[in-house]
């Protein structure tokens, strides 16, 4: 079992930044690419981000490509998602996940989620 718990939602005005961090718990966090994913109010979750098991490749929904960075700490056993130029567009629960595949866009290649934390932009 791995236990994921993201933090660092929050309101914020168009234009701004916001960093979340999920901290894995569990099983060996490196062993895992981990994905980000949101789900506007009344909509279907959708991916965002996600980083192989070493951080060394990342891919990005075309949404965010550009404005949002997915990185990890594997000595941390935390993954980050740095989201800049915010938009009202952006305002979600945003969830992490991991999964013991290569890394992917289709979230029902992971396994495990965290409970998400609240993102609001205002515009």
């Known amino acids: 079992q791995v236990q994921l718990v993201e933090s660092g939602g929050g309101l914020v005005q168009a234009g701004g930044s916001l960093r979340l961090s999920c901290a894995a718990s569990g099983r060996t966090f490196s062993n895992y690419a981990m994905g980000w994913f949101r789900q506007p109010p009344g909509k279907e979750r959708d991916f965002v981000a996600a980083?192989?098991?070493?951080?060394?490749?990342?891919f990005y929904a075309d949404s965010v490509k550009g404005r949002f960075t997915i990185s990890r700490d594997n000595s941390k056993n935390t993954v980050y998602l740095q989201m800049d130029s915010l938009s009202p567009e952006d305002t979600a629960v945003y969830y992490c996940?991991?999964?013991?595949?290569?890394?992917?866009?289709?979230?029902?290649?992971?396994?495990?989620w965290g409970r998400g934390t609240q993102v609001t932009v205002s515009s």
């Open positions: 996940a991991a999964t013991s595949t290569y890394g992917s866009r289709w979230s029902n290649e992971y396994v495990y």
């Open positions: 980083i192989n098991w070493g951080g060394s490749n990342t």
